[in-house]
């Protein structure tokens, strides 16, 4: 951290933060300039914020020079991180697909869309158990009924699965089941005793990207997953709320190569949750591809008219198998398989 004076700022100021930062363990370097002092910060800094620093008198600005992330910053681990999903390498060479239901439905549906999945060759399913509504008195998920008909309709065709634990008193109940990989919804993205519990076990996690989350508080969300000791993260971005109605919410397409250069880590991205409607899905994936995502989360349905949450961005498993194809061809070009 560096903490720049102002231009008058006498020797009992400068003591004064000399002081500050030795109290917390760093070493101090002073650099008189003609016009004004820099007082640098020697140690790790993590443990300084530049609040602590700002309202001393004298003081101009700070800042950190360091990112305040690190385990899952790339510049501590060059490579990047290949997470075993379930069986399934994401962040390797080949663009995973998930896709599957928003919400555990019906055994019927939940048979349907996992032969849907399977048939158009992608490698993991989804299907809420527990489902954030924005109303109350909306279709709240079958709960642990639910995981029980997810993975059951997921074995039936092989597949490891995904769903979103929303409360810390289910994370026993979705390692008993059997869940392969937990998702972190856009909601809770800052819920910090959730991440701090999901650090705790070893199932990877898709920390999904919070509707108003910086990218930079979307990578310390993950170091709090990271520093409790589970490394198995994966992000997605599933896009953001801006001033535009048009659609759901905006798909950050420019998150992705910065989260690929700010983090080892796998990205992939939920277009459906983006644009909302189903005829965006498309388009969305693809960019998402071109961009560089390591993956992609896709709502189907096999019948999308009756599905009891997301009906309007649900594709069918043919519109699914059609989307496969276009996907293979763009990942092909952009030097990946799937
Ligand atoms: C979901 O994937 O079903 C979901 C609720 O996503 P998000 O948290 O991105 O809204
Ligand atoms: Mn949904």
Redesign the pocket.
């Known amino acids: 951290m560096i903490i720049v004076m102002q231009p008058d700022a006498g020797d009992a100021a400068i003591a004064a933060v000399e002081a500050k930062i030795r109290s917390y363990g760093l070493d101090v370097h002073i650099s008189r300039g003609s016009e004004r002092t820099l007082i640098g910060a020697v140690g790790d800094e993590r443990k300084l914020d530049p609040a602590m620093f700002d309202p001393m008198p004298g003081v101009e600005m700070s800042m950190h020079v360091v990112k305040p992330y690190k385990l899952v910053a790339r510049e501590w681990h060059k490579a990047n991180t290949v997470v075993n999903a379930g069986g399934v390498p994401i962040g390797g060479p080949t663009v995973q697909v998930i896709a599957g239901p928003?919400?555990v439905e019906t055994p019927a549906q939940m048979e349907a869309a996992a032969a849907g999945v399977a048939a158009a060759g992608a490698r993991l399913m989804?299907g809420?158990a527990f489902?954030?509504r924005t109303s109350p008195y909306a279709f709240q998920g079958k709960g642990v009924d639910g995981l029980r008909l997810l993975k059951d309709a997921a074995a039936g065709q092989r597949l490891p699965v995904v769903t979103?634990l929303m409360d810390v008193r289910m994370l026993d109940r979705f390692i008993e089941h059997g869940v392969d990989v937990i998702?972190i919804?856009?909601?809770n993205m800052q819920n910090f005793d959730l991440l701090k519990a999901v650090g705790q076990v070893t199932t990877p996690v898709i920390l999904?990207r919070g509707?108003s989350a910086t990218v930079s508080e979307w990578l310390m969300a993950a170091e709090y997953i990271a520093a409790g000791g589970n490394h198995n993260i994966i992000f997605?971005e599933?896009g953001i709320r801006t001033f535009e109605t048009a659609y759901r919410n905006v798909l950050d397409v420019t998150a992705i190569p910065v989260l690929k250069k700010e983090t080892h880590l796998p990205v992939i991205v939920?277009p459906s949750?983006a644009g909302g409607k189903a005829w965006m899905v498309p388009a969305l994936s693809l960019a998402a591809v071109a961009a560089g995502a390591d993956g992609l989360?896709i709502?189907i349905h096999p019948s999308p008219k009756d599905a009891w949450c997301?009906a309007d961005q649900a594709l069918t498993p043919a519109e699914f198998k059609a989307l496969m194809g276009q996907i293979k061809a763009v990942a092909a070009a952009v030097g990946r398989d799937t």
Do not use: N, V
Request: glycine share 10%.
């Open positions: 928003c919400s989804r809420g489902k954030p979103e998702q919804g856009t909601r999904k509707m997605c599933r939920d949750h989360l709502e997301d």
